[in-house]
């Protein structure tokens, strides 16, 4: 089988990261000026899909590092339901990749109206998002063929957490993503095997993550679902032991992305527990009494999760295809999916 469009977007992941990072400093530069003039104290997310998932990092991100609270609005408060919003002193952010989904944009528009400071997050800045947001930072990944969003994710992410580096002015955030093409190079050789024998005829698993790392277990969650048929879903090791743990039995599968982060210690103490109901743990850490999985050095608290998911990519692409699935083309999805 020749290459899929899905391991060809992976590896350009590194050149993507690059990109979006240096053709958008101008727009950051500025945008971080009229950000610490407005002092925002909501922001407010809008996007479905992985760039649901990009927001929800976003939002970790966000609280994290500045202090100011993040909350998701559902696009249909303006598309479907017309309600004129209140948001005072409020940056919206917008995320999508195509920046088509009239959604979206009726939501964007609805911020702009309600006086919001208004960003799109997309890789075309001629899509009506674009258009409608007061600015736009473009993903400058290219091209993106595969029906699974990869390489725009990552860049999601990563034109967020830029902004919010230059809004803070946080210079360790700054550095780490000065540094994060050549670590996102480094992480796709992280070999993951032992994951895709355990899974190669699994029909489910859970995915555990913390703060950002939460965010990246849904995204994970959704790409085993689109690209493998395994119904995977998302939890925080915060919640799986109220109620999602009662299914958990001998050789049931587990992700765990535990990142070196203030709740590394928690999140490895669930695992253990997890692995004494009969689990079959898997973690991102150097955890000798666990299945560990080769993962990059810390680069920073904010970013470690986004490497995770790189490492995942390489490995999520070819177990679809060890499975017998072609996952440039996942049955009944489409790439751009338009929503009201």
């Not at 995915?207 to 950002?212: D, E, F, K, N, P």
């Amino acid at each position: 089988m020749s290459q899929t469009f899905m391991a060809q977007e992976i590896a350009e992941i590194p050149a993507s990261v690059s990109a979006c990072l240096t053709q958008n400093a101008g727009p950051l530069d500025a945008l971080s000026t009229t950000l610490q003039k407005f002092d925002p104290q909501l922001v407010m997310t809008v996007a479905r899909g992985s760039s649901d998932h990009a927001a929800s990092y976003l939002k970790y991100a966000c609280e994290i590092l500045t202090g100011v609270p993040v909350a998701s609005v559902g696009p249909s408060i303006a598309s479907v339901y017309a309600t004129q919003l209140r948001l005072p002193r409020t940056l919206s952010l917008s995320i999508s990749q195509s920046g088509q989904s009239p959604d979206i944009v009726a939501m964007t528009r609805a911020a702009q109206a309600a006086g919001a400071i208004t960003v799109a997050l997309t890789n075309n800045p001629e899509s009506d998002l674009a258009l409608e947001s007061g600015h736009c930072l473009p993903l400058h990944c290219g091209p993106e063929r595969s029906v699974a969003a990869t390489k725009s994710f990552v860049t999601s992410v990563v034109a967020g957490l830029a902004l919010l580096a230059a809004w803070h002015r946080d210079q360790a955030l700054s550095e780490a993503l000065d540094a994060l093409p050549d670590a996102c190079a480094k992480a796709l050789a992280c070999d993951w095997t032992p994951l895709s024998e355990r899974l190669v005829r699994a029909p489910a698993l859970y995915v555990l993550g913390r703060g950002a790392g939460y965010a990246i277990a849904s995204e994970i969650a959704l790409k085993f679902k689109e690209t493998s048929a395994i119904h995977a879903e998302a939890y925080s090791a915060a919640e799986v032991l109220h109620g999602p743990s009662a299914l958990v039995e001998d050789g049931f599968p587990i992700l765990g992305l535990i990142c070196e982060d203030a709740a590394r210690d928690g999140f490895a103490t669930t695992a253990r527990r997890l692995q004494a109901q009969g689990a079959d743990v898997f973690v991102t850490a150097d955890l000798t009494d666990l299945a560990a999985l080769p993962v990059m050095a810390p680069l920073h608290p904010l970013i470690d999760p986004l490497l995770r998911v790189v490492s995942f990519y390489a490995f999520i692409e070819a177990l679809a295809r060890r499975r017998g699935l072609d996952p440039d083309t996942p049955r009944h999805l489409r790439k751009i999916t338009e929503t009201v």
